[in-house]
T-cell receptor, first 111, second 115 residues
Framework: DAKTTQPNSMESNEEEPVHLPCNHS???????IHWYRQLPSQGPEYVIH???SNVNNRMASLAIAEDRKSSTLILHRATLRDAAVYYC????????????FGTGTRLKVLA | EAGVVQSPRYKIIEKKQPVAFWCNPI?????LYWYLQNLGQGPELLIR????????DSQLPKDRFSAERLKGVDSTLKIQPAELGDSAVYLC?????????????FGQGTRLTVV
């Protein structure tokens, strides 16, 4: 299973954009890139996913490098409610269909 | 629409006692997952169901853990007997299908404390 690498923690000021990086140098051509986040005492929550093209939704944007070996989750205006652990996950097109979570990036938002 | 519902939210038991967790997935979701999450770690898959069939249970400690998904809807996860090391959060998730272009929805989890 392809692995992802994320920084352990990041800080951001409230109402400023946040760029959360993820490296996945062993990604295969059919792996989808998913992002989930986990607020304290909650289960993981879906944020966004993509394959090759950049993606936008109401929560965030996903920027995928041209070689697909890295991606960036962009929160356009961080709020205190965005403080969470963010997980970058690769989902293969076949096989076990596991969601393999790493330790994620703990985002702290400063008021 | 209700999301994935798990119960109980919290459970404290003595070691060697049995315990069971219940999960009601989102209506129409064929795929159901049980995950275990230790403190400070990401969730780890225990078992995945496609309808009522367990298609990936390679990470389930079968000597003490068991799971079932009757009629392909609700699911229960059981531990018997519980050990101190089983203290963790047990998460249930569901999705329409297991494919990579599908999002999964997680419940709030059951926090188990074994004393």
């Amino acid at each position: 299973d392809a692995k992802t690498t994320q920084p352990n923690s990041m800080e951001s000021n409230e109402e400023e954009p946040v760029h959360l990086p993820c490296n996945h140098s062993t990604i295969s051509g059919t792996d989808y890139i998913h992002w989930y986040r986990q607020l304290p005492s909650q289960g993981p929550e879906y944020v966004i996913h993509g394959l090759t093209s950049n993606v936008n939704n109401r929560m965030a944007s996903l920027a995928i490098a041209e070689d697909r070996k890295s991606s960036t989750l962009i929160l356009h205006r961080a709020t205190l409610r965005d403080a969470a652990v963010y997980y970058c996950i690769l989902r293969p097109f076949s096989g076990t269909y596991k969601y393999i979570f790493g330790t994620g990036t703990r985002l702290k938002v400063l008021a | 629409e209700a999301g994935v519902v798990q119960s109980p939210r919290y459970k404290i038991i003595e070691k060697k006692q049995p315990v069971a967790f219940w999960c009601n997935p989102i209506s129409g979701h064929n795929t159901l997952y049980w995950y275990l999450q230790n403190l400070g770690q990401g969730p780890e898959l225990l078992i995945r169901y496609e309808n009522e069939e367990a298609v990936d249970d390679s990470q389930l400690p079968k000597d003490r853990f068991s799971a079932e998904r009757l009629k392909g809807v609700d699911s229960t996860l059981k531990i018997q007997p519980a050990e101190l090391g089983d203290s963790a959060v047990y998460l249930c998730a569901s999705s329409l299908d297991p494919g990579p272009n599908t999002e999964a929805f997680f419940g709030q989890g059951t926090r188990l404390t074994v004393v």
